[in-house]
């Protein structure tokens, strides 16, 4: 071994080097982690998502893997080297898995906050996983044996992909930029890992190869931003000497940890004045889902839960402050929002301040842990995530490339004492609970996901299936169910938007039948997607609407209403509806009654204003025409699309 490398790595090495079967295991499920996105590949559709789905399987596959190798050295003496390194990677990400655990009992949906969204997987468990993939990367990273493998195997995983996609056109996902966080880790970590035989030299040119490919592919202006960092992270790796302690190590951790809220504040003063319409659109979403921590206070301690930022944005769309009709010209109505873009807003919202304060110390945490020789580099690395973290969000598949780079990169001591048997207990405990937790929740989403995949294309009764699936009465429905309810659902509403069914009656009465479910079966989403569909098909179709119906479709509004007091715009379709059938004293009494005490709503003023000016009387006209510019002047355009030439009337004080 070069002199270089030892000095990093004396003591542990000895440690770990005769139990070769527990690092085999470990290395296998490293490996399963590394290459979980070539599970997006397999022939048999996994979920609704069946880009993510099978992957997040795959993470949860290795982590259950590695944390079985990692029990099998807490069954010996070699325990030890489970404490050789620095607590506040494992601490800070179990401490993240804990509290999004504890969060989950006060979710909606506690099933979906345990797994998470099935494009991202954050939650509970994938925190588990990153911990365990850690402690299992670092040991590995620590054995003659199987350093060098580790490498080897990293490397390979992380130019598969972009291979994949550059040489067949074949995609992981539809779009390469969530490779960007590979291109950070990897070069550093692969370097690491194989220069001991490569030499520092060759090491060096792979590692840049690697940084180029990766970044070529993905095609990302963030890229531009963080690459000067990766490039100074491997110069660092390759500087002779020692860096001891000093300022620098402080600054770089708080500047990782403290980024992402600078860069949060730069997002809202500069997005207007720099146009470039994916950060105008962050800016508008994090303004929107602010909203919800003003209308549900107690969702800073714990959030709403991981994988229910939908149902948070169904509730505090309007509050965008962009027209949210605009699908042309804001794309985050065009595609699903299921994270917000960046890690701090994104942990609050689902995790609560505590989950937000663990993920941005994860960040510093890897300078911190980092060995004298690497912790410039390791700094690099880290305000380099954090700037990948404050504009993107992470895929399932990209937290094991990070695991190891943590796990090259941190110090480790020669720890020999022995395990009193409580601390033993402990960590056998522990690591076979997350095991089988994770081996469990593997087989639950494939099969979930094998099950529920066939109704995506099926749209001859939509709401059957989506009630049978909310109720969880379809195989399939599992963890995830309200949100593969409210996806069948929304997959549906497209289809018929391009194929209108020949019978809108009988969709409207499963429609409303769905809006009628218990509220612990359905979700803000479901509920608002029915409602809209509703609406969009009486709005074109008013003659097949019966008494009865509109008693229903009411209802279906008052129960929306209370869910998000702020989405009044799931109102306008009924309104609407009762102004062109000339009920205009219904449409007056209606606006009253949905939003009483809610005298400025746009929504009840535009419409209540619209039926006072049908009724006959100059005096209510004017009233009518006054109350309709006051819903142009509390932004009603935002809400519902309004002909340019009613507005000009409107304004004029003519009959509109």
Known sequence: MPSNLSQDYRGDVDATVDAPVVHGVCFIGVMIALFSHAAAYIPVPIGLWSDSEPIGAAVHLGGAIAAAGLAGFSWSQKAVVLTAFPKIVTTTALLLAVWSLVGALFA???????VGSPQTGEGPVLFFNFAVLFLAAAVLARSPGFRVALGIGLAAASVAAPLLAVLADIRVYFFDDWLLPIAICAPAACLLLIRERMGRFLGLAIAFLLFAVLTGVTANRTALMVAPLVILSLIALTWPGRFEKGFWLPLLAGTAAALPVVLWAALQLLAEVMWVESLWSRAHLHHMLLTELIDRPWAILVGSG?????????RSLTTAGTPIWDVENWDLLRRDIVDAHHVGLNSVIMGGLPAAGLRLLLLAALPLAASPRHRPAAGFIAVALAVYDSLWFRLPDVLPVIAVAYAALVESRDRRERWRAGRRWVARTGLASVAVLSAVLTVGLIADGAAIAPHRDDTSDPGMIVRAVAAGEVPGAGLRRSLYAAELLSLAAHHWRRHPDPKPDVIVTDLLTITELPADLRSPRLLFVSLVWVGEILHHRPHIVDP??????????????????????LAAAYLSWLHKAGRYADVIKEAERLFRGRLHDPIRLWYAGAAMTHLGDPQRRQAGLQLMRRALSENVGLLIKIDSALVAQVRAETHP
């Open 108 to 114: 909606r949906d506690i099933g979906l906050a345990l």
């Open 548 to 569: 009865s119906m509109v008693a229903r479709w009411r209802q279906a509004v008052v129960r929306s209403l209370s869910e998000a007091p702020r989405r009044s715009d």
């Open 306 to 314: 991981w994988g229910h930022l939908p149902d948070v944005v169904a």
